[in-house]
């Protein structure tokens, strides 16, 4: 394919390659001339990234981790939140208090969260990854409540530029792809989210790794059960990988531990506490007859709402169990076992007197036997007496 003559945004020219469909080329060169060339692009997030970093240092935040490129969009994201956060006004706090029932929200404590964030969050992928939450959303992660609108997505094609080239760094093939399509994966909300397009081969394999579709985004929420995000987000990563889907994961240290299988992969049988009982709560994924017979075999096993309970006074064979079939115990079933032994421990052990039982007498049989006996001896008398007689 012949190249197609092109001129920057910046005034250079250049020659370069176009694929796709007539229509496709057309709007793929309207696109490129919206942007500076490879050089003038560098030299912006150089300089950029000079005037941002200058700007955060005047304003006491660390320096940002990651890639020039990374770091260059996150310090842009941070001061644009720090900017928002500065219209931030009573009354909008007062809206996010009362009709999104965050209680007892303040100014100071939402410059609060803002400085602690802006403090601690030194990786560039956790801006990245919330580039369009607002004001409120960033709050809410922390408080746990429900998000209100979104930031408006720019338009502008040198902070499109920037984010097509982080994510084109962050962003891995398989050897083999099946599609050209990448999907990508971030970690927001204490949630685990990716973005795809609809494919059948993919919906089947995140379902399987318990993911649920949100009205956006595939989504996994994280537990005390599901082990870490970034384990989670490696383990997608890898079985996406492995089935033949690019991925793109800002994170470097999560997409090299996608990438080199480096992870432990999720737990999917646990011992947990059922809430408001003494019982210890079996329950595994899926359909396991194998392992319900075995657990069925335990002292007082009983099954209930998808879990073989068993009271906690069976402990030992419980933990027994979990030992032989690889089944971790949750803190709550942990705490419940421990206060069950301070139980114990505590309670009083005696050694009791054995009272010998004493057999017990017929008093009727005894009082039939002496009876006949008088009976029998006065009946010799009278014989006697009667031959006597005679």
């Known amino acids: 394919m012949p190249k197609v003559s092109v001129t920057y945004a910046c005034g250079h020219e250049d020659r370069v390659y176009i694929y796709g469909s007539s229509k496709d080329r057309e709007w793929k060169k309207r696109r490129i001339e919206s942007q500076m060339c490879p050089e003038c692009f560098q030299k912006h997030v150089q300089d950029k990234n000079k005037e941002s970093e200058a700007l955060a240092a005047e304003l006491g935040f660390p320096q940002l981790e990651g890639s020039e490129k990374q770091v260059a969009w996150a310090n842009t994201i941070r001061l644009e939140w720090y900017e928002k956060l500065q219209q931030v006004t009573e009354e909008d706090v007062k809206r996010w208090r009362e009709y999104n029932f965050i209680e007892g929200l303040t100014m100071e404590e939402v410059h609060n969260i803002f400085d602690y964030i802006f403090k601690k969050k030194?990786?560039?992928y956790f801006y990245i990854d919330r580039r369009k939450f607002t004001i409120y959303?960033?709050?809410?992660?922390f408080r746990d409540e429900a998000a209100n609108e979104k930031i408006d997505e720019t338009n502008d094609p040198i902070e499109e530029q920037l984010a097509d080239e982080v994510k084109a760094e962050s962003t891995v093939y398989p050897k083999e792809p099946i599609t050209n399509a990448v999907a990508e994966i971030t970690i927001k909300n204490n949630a685990i989210h990716v973005?795809?397009?609809k494919n059948e081969t993919f919906r089947k394999l995140v379902k399987e790794l318990g993911y649920a579709w949100n009205g956006s985004a595939w989504e996994k929420k994280i537990t005390e059960t599901t082990g870490s995000a970034e384990e989670r987000a490696a383990e997608l990563g890898n079985k996406l990988l492995n089935a033949g889907f690019?991925?793109?994961?800002?994170?470097?240290e999560v997409r090299q531990n996608a990438i080199d299988g480096n992870f432990e992969p999720e737990c999917t049988r646990w011992i947990l506490h059922r809430k408001d009982t003494t019982k210890l709560a079996i329950t595994w994924k899926g359909y396991?007859?194998?392992?319900?017979?075995?657990?069925?075999?335990l002292p007082g096993a009983k099954w209930h709402k998808g879990a073989m309970l068993v009271d906690v006074a069976h402990y030992l064979e419980v933990e027994e169990f979990a030992e032989l079939y690889r089944f971790k115990f949750s803190q709550a079933a942990k705490q419940l076992i421990d206060e069950h032994k301070a139980q114990l421990e505590k309670a009083l052990y005696v050694d009791p007197k054995k009272v010998e039982v004493v057999e017990e007498k017929d008093g009727f049989e005894e009082i039939l036997k002496q009876g006949a006996e008088i009976i029998d001896d006065l009946r010799d008398d009278d014989?006697?007496?009667?031959?006597?007689?005679?």
């Open 122 to 124: 030194t990786k560039a």
């Open 137 to 141: 959303e960033i709050v809410d992660e």
């Open 195 to 197: 973005e795809f397009e």
């Open 246 to 252: 690019p991925i793109c994961i800002y994170d470097e």
């Open 288 to 297: 396991d007859t194998s392992l319900y017979q075995k657990a069925r075999t």
């Open 383 to 390: 014989d006697e007496t009667t031959n006597q007689t005679i």
